[in-house]
C-alpha cells in the first residue's frame, strides 16, 4: 500500500509544470564582446562628481576629473567592495560570490570566464599586478606582470595552443612595447604605466574582427600612487587615465563592444598629508577605501545614474546579462544592476486568458490561451497591462513581475498547483514520503496488534 501511494506521489510530482507562454517584444542588443577595465585602486569617491572624498581625520580631499568615465553610459553610485584588497577583489568580480577565494576558483564553472567560455568567446587577460595563477588559467590568451614594480616589471606573454596566432602575436608585441611607455620617473611614469594597459586592450578590441571575448585589464598604478606618492600624486595619476580611457572607449564603441570601468578597492588617506592604504585595519572600513565606481557603456545600455546600494558581488552577472549569457554562476550572490535599456516583465493571471500590453496609449503586446506570460525586451517605460476587467500599472526599470490573478475564492486545484512547480517539487515529494511511510507505519502496527 505504501509503495503504492508512493509511486501515486512521484507520478504527480513528475508532471508537467504550469505552462508560460514567452512573447518576445523587442530585439535584446547583442555585443560582440566586453571588456572590463579594473582600475587598481581607485575609490569612486575621487572620481564620482556627486561624491566629496575625505580623509581618515575628516580632512577634505580633492577629487579628480575623468570625462570619459562620467560623461555617458550607465554609472552606479554605489557600489562597495567585501575585500578591499585586490587578489580577494578579483575573485569576487569574477566569481559574484563575497567570500570566494583564488584557491577554488579553478572550480567547473565557478567564474564568468567559465560561462563565457562555454558560449564560444575568447578569454583573454591584460594584468598588471596582484593576479593569483588561478586567474592566469582561466584565460586562453595573457600578458601578465609577475612582480609590482613599475620599474623594471617584464610582463609575459602566454596563450593556449588553440588562440588565434594573430591575437598571440600582437599579445607578444605589447608585451615588448611596454618599456617605452614606462621610461620616465615620477607622476609621468604612473601615467605611462596605465597607458600601456589601456591601449593595449583598445588595440586587441580593434583586432578581435568577429570573434567573441571577454577582456579583463588590470592597470596597478592608480594604487601604487596612493601609497607611494600621496593624495597628490594619487590624483594626477588618476587625471592620466583620461585620455587613454578615452582611447578605449572609442575602440569599443566603434566596434559595438561592452565596457564596464570599475575597481578592486579604492584608496584612504590618514591626513591631507601621509600616504594611503586600504587594507589595513586603519583604512579597510573607511568608505574611500570600500567605494568603487561601476560605469557600465555599450550596447543595450542606457545612459542614467543608477542609485544603490550594490556590491561588486552584482558586476559579473550583469556583464553576463548584458552578453545575453544566461549560464548562472554556481557561487554567485549577485544580482543584475538595472542598465539594461530593455526588461522582461512576467504577467501571473491565474487561469487562460488574454493579456494585453499599452504604452502611451499604443498596443505593444497581446497574448492569450496561458495563464502565465513573460513579455520580452520591453524598453523602460511606463505600461498598461490588462487581462479582462482588471488593469494594472507598471513602470519598468529592470525586470518585475505582476499579479493580475482574480481574486475570487480559488478552487482546489488553484490552491494545490503551486506546490507542483519544478523548484518546489523536491520538497513537497519529501514531505509526502515521509507521510506516506508515517501512516503505513501506523497501520502495520495496528494490525500487528490485532493479530
Given at each position: 500500500?505504501?509503495?503504492?501511494?508512493?509511486?501515486?506521489?512521484?507520478?504527480i510530482l513528475a508532471g508537467p509544470a504550469s505552462p508560460t507562454t514567452e512573447v518576445r517584444v523587442g530585439e535584446a542588443a547583442s555585443p560582440q564582446g566586453a571588456v572590463i577595465l579594473v582600475v587598481d585602486g581607485m575609490g569612486s569617491a575621487y572620481v564620482y562628481p556627486e561624491l566629496k572624498p575625505q580623509a581618515a581625520d575628516g580632512t577634505p580631499l580633492a577629487s579628480?576629473?575623468?570625462?570619459?568615465?562620467?560623461?555617458?553610459?550607465?554609472?552606479?553610485?554605489?557600489?562597495?567592495?567585501?575585500?578591499?584588497?585586490?587578489?580577494?577583489?578579483?575573485?569576487?568580480?569574477?566569481?559574484?560570490?563575497?567570500?570566494?577565494?583564488?584557491?577554488?576558483?579553478?572550480?567547473?564553472?565557478?567564474?564568468?570566464?567559465?560561462?563565457?567560455?562555454?558560449?564560444?568567446?575568447?578569454?583573454?587577460?591584460?594584468?598588471?599586478?596582484?593576479?593569483?595563477?588561478?586567474?592566469?588559467?582561466?584565460?586562453?590568451?595573457?600578458?601578465?606582470?609577475?612582480?609590482?614594480?613599475?620599474?623594471?616589471?617584464?610582463?609575459?606573454?602566454?596563450?593556449?595552443?588553440d588562440f588565434p596566432a594573430d591575437l598571440a602575436g600582437l599579445l607578444q608585441a605589447w608585451r615588448d612595447i611596454f618599456p617605452q611607455y614606462n621610461q620616465v620617473r615620477g607622476v609621468p611614469g604612473y601615467v605611462g604605466y596605465n597607458a600601456w594597459g589601456l591601449d593595449a586592450a583598445a588595440d586587441l578590441v580593434s583586432a578581435m574582427g568577429e570573434r567573441p571575448f571577454?577582456?579583463?585589464?588590470?592597470?596597478?598604478?592608480?594604487?601604487?600612487?596612493?601609497?607611494?606618492?600621496?593624495?597628490?600624486?594619487?590624483?594626477?595619476?588618476?587625471?592620466?587615465?583620461?585620455?587613454?580611457?578615452?582611447?578605449?572607449?572609442?575602440?569599443?564603441?566603434?566596434?559595438?563592444?561592452?565596457?564596464?570601468?570599475?575597481?578592486?578597492?579604492?584608496?584612504?588617506?590618514?591626513?591631507?598629508?601621509?600616504?594611503?592604504?586600504?587594507?589595513?585595519?586603519?583604512?579597510?572600513?573607511?568608505?574611500?577605501?570600500?567605494?568603487?565606481?561601476?560605469?557600465?557603456?555599450?550596447?543595450?545600455?542606457?545612459?542614467?545614474?543608477?542609485?544603490?546600494?550594490?556590491?561588486?558581488?552584482?558586476?559579473?552577472?550583469?556583464?553576463?546579462?548584458?552578453?545575453?549569457?544566461?549560464?548562472?554562476?554556481?557561487?554567485?550572490?549577485?544580482?543584475?544592476?538595472?542598465?539594461?535599456?530593455?526588461?522582461?516583465?512576467?504577467?501571473?493571471?491565474?487561469?487562460?486568458?488574454?493579456?494585453?500590453?499599452?504604452?502611451?496609449?499604443?498596443?505593444?503586446?497581446?497574448?492569450?490561451?496561458?495563464?502565465?506570460?513573460?513579455?520580452?525586451?520591453?524598453?523602460?517605460?511606463?505600461?498598461?497591462?490588462?487581462?479582462?476587467?482588471?488593469?494594472?500599472?507598471?513602470?519598468?526599470?529592470?525586470?518585475?513581475?505582476?499579479?493580475?490573478?482574480?481574486?475570487?475564492?480559488?478552487?482546489?486545484?488553484?490552491?494545490?498547483?503551486?506546490?507542483?512547480?519544478?523548484?518546489?517539487?523536491?520538497?513537497?515529494?519529501?514531505?509526502?514520503?515521509?507521510?506516506?511511510?508515517?501512516?503505513?507505519?501506523?497501520?502495520?502496527?495496528?494490525?500487528?496488534?490485532?493479530?
Amino acid at each position: 500500500m505504501r509503495l503504492i501511494l508512493a509511486l501515486f506521489v512521484l507520478s504527480i510530482l513528475a508532471g508537467p509544470a504550469s505552462p508560460t507562454t514567452e512573447v518576445r517584444v523587442g530585439e535584446a542588443a547583442s555585443p560582440q564582446g566586453a571588456v572590463i577595465l579594473v582600475v587598481d585602486g581607485m575609490g569612486s569617491a575621487y572620481v564620482y562628481p556627486e561624491l566629496k572624498p575625505q580623509a581618515a581625520d575628516g580632512t577634505p580631499l580633492a577629487s579628480a576629473i575623468l570625462f570619459n568615465l562620467t560623461a555617458k553610459g550607465a554609472r552606479v553610485l554605489d557600489v562597495t567592495v567585501p575585500v578591499p584588497e585586490t587578489g580577494p577583489s578579483h575573485s569576487v568580480l569574477v566569481t559574484g560570490c563575497s567570500w570566494m577565494d583564488s584557491a577554488i576558483i579553478g572550480t567547473p564553472g565557478a567564474t564568468i570566464f567559465d560561462a563565457a567560455r562555454e558560449e564560444g568567446l575568447l578569454c583573454i587577460a591584460l594584468l598588471q599586478r596582484g593576479d593569483a595563477v588561478s586567474i592566469l588559467l582561466e584565460q586562453d590568451g595573457v600578458v601578465f606582470f609577475d612582480d609590482n614594480s613599475l620599474w623594471g616589471a617584464e610582463p609575459l606573454a602566454g596563450s593556449g595552443g588553440d588562440f588565434p596566432a594573430d591575437l598571440a602575436g600582437l599579445l607578444q608585441a605589447w608585451r615588448d612595447i611596454f618599456p617605452q611607455y614606462n621610461q620616465v620617473r615620477g607622476v609621468p611614469g604612473y601615467v605611462g604605466y596605465n597607458a600601456w594597459g589601456l591601449d593595449a586592450a583598445a588595440d586587441l578590441v580593434s583586432a578581435m574582427g568577429e570573434r567573441p571575448f571577454l577582456l579583463m585589464v588590470n592597470v596597478g598604478a592608480v594604487d601604487s600612487a596612493g601609497h607611494n606618492l600621496g593624495a597628490e600624486g594619487y590624483l594626477e595619476t588618476i587625471s592620466g587615465l583620461d585620455a587613454p580611457l578615452g582611447r578605449l572607449v572609442e575602440a569599443c564603441e566603434s566596434e559595438e563592444i561592452l565596457l564596464l570601468i570599475t575597481a578592486d578597492h579604492g584608496m584612504s588617506f590618514p591626513s591631507g598629508e601621509g600616504k594611503g592604504g586600504h587594507s589595513s585595519s586603519k583604512y579597510s572600513g573607511q568608505p574611500e577605501s570600500l567605494s568603487v565606481p561601476a560605469v557600465f557603456l555599450g550596447p543595450g545600455v542606457d545612459d542614467m545614474l543608477i542609485s544603490g546600494p550594490w556590491s561588486q558581488v552584482d558586476l559579473g552577472p550583469t556583464i553576463l546579462d548584458l552578453l545575453n549569457i544566461r549560464t548562472a554562476l554556481p557561487f554567485s550572490e549577485g544580482r543584475v544592476i538595472p542598465v539594461s535599456n530593455l526588461s522582461d516583465l512576467s504577467v501571473d493571471v491565474g487561469r487562460a486568458g488574454e493579456v494585453e500590453v499599452h504604452k502611451d496609449g499604443g498596443l505593444v503586446a497581446r497574448a492569450t490561451g496561458d495563464s502565465r506570460y513573460i513579455f520580452k525586451d520591453l524598453e523602460r517605460g511606463t505600461y498598461s497591462v490588462e487581462a479582462g476587467e482588471r488593469v494594472a500599472q507598471v513602470h519598468l526599470s529592470g525586470d518585475q513581475t505582476i499579479d493580475m490573478s482574480e481574486s475570487e475564492p480559488a478552487s482546489l486545484f488553484d490552491l494545490i498547483s503551486p506546490i507542483f512547480e519544478p523548484e518546489k517539487r523536491k520538497y513537497v515529494a519529501a514531505v509526502l514520503i515521509l507521510a506516506v511511510n508515517a501512516v503505513g507505519a501506523v497501520l502495520i502496527l495496528r494490525i500487528a496488534r490485532r493479530g
